[in-house]
């Protein structure tokens, strides 16, 4: 005995007819007359009788029909769990953004997706956001947000928008007249970043950021909010995603463009190629791709 066995019955019964039951469950006639003898063979018991030219259930045959409709039910409720998390905690989807503390986009996609399916969770990795792959390949984020398209063939990745790398100062700041900023002039300031020593050469580097940047010393500083009430109150310069810092910003302090044609990246949404997505992970992907991909 099979399921389609099981949706035979529940869908003749119903329709009252083989006929009309094969256009419905897409199953030629005569192949649904061979399953209903298979049945009944198989049981030892007839299922349907015809009356008046209609298929009518026998006693047996109804026991047969409540139970396999059951079935069929929980089997929907089943995979509706799997795809939609509607147990509460069986769809959980992981991400991570790499390097920033900023993450004002995604209000609007929270709510989205808990309007769309109320039980998926939506976690955000904060364990070592400046490793991204890393967190992917161990299995520890669904999608990492970062700057930089990683090459290796196992990654899937999705171009979102161009961000500008910006010089961040304080409007007191003798120096903040300028239009545009080179190293000589960000070399005679502290400047704070998201970056460790370890990984600011990498960053700097990637972004075409010069090679010879060695201002009067560095400060490390991850939170955003924190770098920016720093330079708030003239103790440095931030290097800082032009997209990350807009909210952040007020007439205390100015954007100045490093370089006079600017510096750019290209933020890229990240996943692993062959990994298996859920219906509220594949949303998620396409509401982030919408969002910030307008930017």
């Known amino acids: 005995m099979e399921i389609r066995h099981l949706k035979l019955v529940v869908e003749v019964s119903k329709q009252g007819s083989l006929t009309k039951a094969s256009e419905t469950l897409f199953v030629s006639q005569s192949a649904l007359s061979h399953q209903l003898k298979e049945l009944e063979s198989e049981l030892g018991i007839v299922i349907f009788n015809r009356v008046n030219n209609r298929l009518e259930l026998t006693n047996s045959g109804e026991v047969f029909r409540q139970y396999a409709q059951k079935i069929i039910q929980q089997l929907t409720e089943l995979e509706n769990a799997v795809k939609h998390g509607s147990e509460g905690r069986l769809i959980k989807i992981r991400f991570t953004q790499e390097a920033y503390t900023s993450y004002q986009w ?73 239009d545009w900023i080179d190293t000589n002039l960000i070399n005679t300031q502290t400047v704070i970043t998201h970056a460790g020593p370890d990984e600011r050469h990498m960053i700097f580097e990637k972004a075409g950021l010069f090679k010879d940047l060695e201002p009067k010393k560095f400060i490390q500083m991850e939170f955003t909010e924190a770098a920016i009430d720093m330079v708030k109150n003239d103790l440095g310069v931030a290097i800082m995603s032009k997209w990350a810092v807009q909210s952040y910003l007020n007439e205390a302090l100015k954007i ?40």
């Open 106 to 178: 995604i209000t609007e996609i929270l709510k989205e997706v808990n309007k769309l399916y109320p039980s998926a969770e939506v976690n955000l990795i904060t364990e070592s956001p400046k490793k991204p792959l890393k967190l992917l390949r161990d299995g520890k984020t669904d999608f990492a947000l970062m700057v930089f398209e990683p090459f290796d063939s196992m990654y899937d990745s999705v171009p979102l928008f161009k961000d500008e790398l910006v010089l961040i100062i304080n409007r007191n700041n003798p120096i903040a007249t300028a």
């Open 256 to 295: 100045i463009r490093i370089t006079k044609t600017g510096i750019y990246r290209n933020w890229h949404l990240v996943s692993l190629k062959h990994s298996e997505l859920s219906e509220p992970h594949i949303k998620f992907k396409s509401l982030v791709i919408e969002a910030l991909s307008e930017k």
